[in-house]
């Protein structure tokens, strides 16, 4: 079994930043991608950022340019660096890792259980 345990959210004034990062344990071979969605209320979830195995990145355009994401690899953690924050950044932010949990198994998605962020006006 595989467990992604989120850190990080809270209430944050617009304009602030905060730092997010995604711990993930157990049963683990390697992980592909590894990324941060989020969920506002009465609204889907979308994707903000993800990062793969070798660090590429891809962003949401709404978070281009005030949003960094980054993976350390010898722990199994990817953050997300979030800048010049808006109310519209409110959601509850997910973990995703794409985990292949022993040498002979295939590729499966885990989540992380969400943390909130709050922007203030």
């Known amino acids: 079994q595989v467990q992604l345990v989120e850190s990080g959210g809270g209430l944050v004034q617009a304009g602030g930043s905060l730092r997010l990062s995604c711990a993930a344990s157990?049963?683990?071979?390697?992980?592909?991608?590894m990324g941060w969605y989020r969920q506002a209320p009465g609204k889907q979830r979308e994707l903000v950022a993800t990062?793969?195995?070798?660090?590429?990145?891809n962003y949401a355009d709404s978070v281009k340019g005030r949003a960094t994401i980054s993976r350390d690899n010898g722990k199994n953690t990817v953050y997300l660096q979030m800048n010049s924050l808006k109310p519209e950044d409110t959601a509850v932010y997910y973990c995703?890792?794409?985990?292949?949990?022993?040498?002979?198994?295939?590729?499966?998605?885990?989540w992380g259980q969400g943390t909130p962020v709050t922007v203030s006006s």
């Open positions: 157990g049963s683990i071979f390697s992980i592909n991608d």
């Open positions: 995703h890792a794409a985990v292949r949990p022993r040498i002979w198994s295939g590729t499966y998605d885990y």
């Open positions: 990062i793969t195995s070798s660090g590429r990145t």
